[in-house]
């Protein structure tokens, strides 16, 4: 297991975290999904981790990196399928995933990606100024 | 790990393999699959094994076992992203999967079984479609 696979629905790419991450093969998927991100000219990211019984602070970590190296590029990134056990955990550890964004499943998730994309851009595709807003300013909104 | 996660896409479900399987685990993922089938009402399964580099015969065995459960519960099932190296493998070893389609990748099969599905029962899936319509059937005509 070298490499952790990314498919590409649409506009959006879709990975499904189901290994232990450890820092060689978090490095590869960072590395894998930037460069398919602008390959695929793709606007969203959905990463699956209904896998995982524990997100620690490596993987939290991981997963913020992922959403604002995404949003550089003008992809924003939702972390679906997270179980209540986690959830409770990342709180209890103080982890709160600050700028990733979550949805119950991939279908919520993609459906949050095509409501945040509808109301940036009602028409016209934007290049780097209001796309590069729109990955951050709705973070700090926390738009559900 | 000891489950693989199954993720529903509108009216398809979604496999992702991507560690090596043992028995165990492919049991469990008969049956969380068919379970799956039965309690989302998937009319199709896709199942990506573009992280595998090899396919022997277990896993052969286990994908043509699945696609005949899946068609006996009304749901089609499709392999996608199947390496190159792991094709020639496959056919060196005599095993031609029978009973299993392919696809290149999840985008290319999940236009196979909706082709499948408008062909089986024209017209009537009109409810599924347009559950499905907005989710789906814009990221297949190319919205981007």
Redesign the interface.
């Known amino acids: 297991?070298d490499?952790?696979?990314i498919?590409?629905?649409?506009?959006?790419l879709?990975v499904?975290v189901?290994?232990d991450m450890h820092d060689r093969l978090a490095m590869t998927l960072q590395d894998d999904l930037t460069e398919r991100i602008v390959a695929s000219?793709a606007?969203g990211v959905l990463i699956?981790i209904?896998?995982l019984d524990i997100v620690d602070s490596f993987i939290g970590r991981m997963l913020a990196n992922i959403a604002a190296m995404s949003a550089i590029l003008d992809a924003q990134t939702v972390v679906v399928?997270m179980r209540p056990a986690v959830a409770i955990t990342l709180v209890e550890l103080g982890l709160s995933l600050p700028g990733v964004r979550t949805a119950l499943?991939?279908?919520k998730g993609?459906?949050l990606l095509r409501a945040r994309m509808r109301e940036v851009e009602p028409g016209q595709t934007a290049e780097g100024q209001a796309a590069y807003g729109e990955g951050r300013v709705q973070q700090a909104d926390g738009v559900e």
Request: hydrophobic letters at 40%.
């Open positions: 297991m490499k952790i696979p498919l590409k629905l649409g506009e959006f879709l499904t189901q290994v000219h606007r699956d209904s896998a399928g499943n991939v279908e993609m459906e």
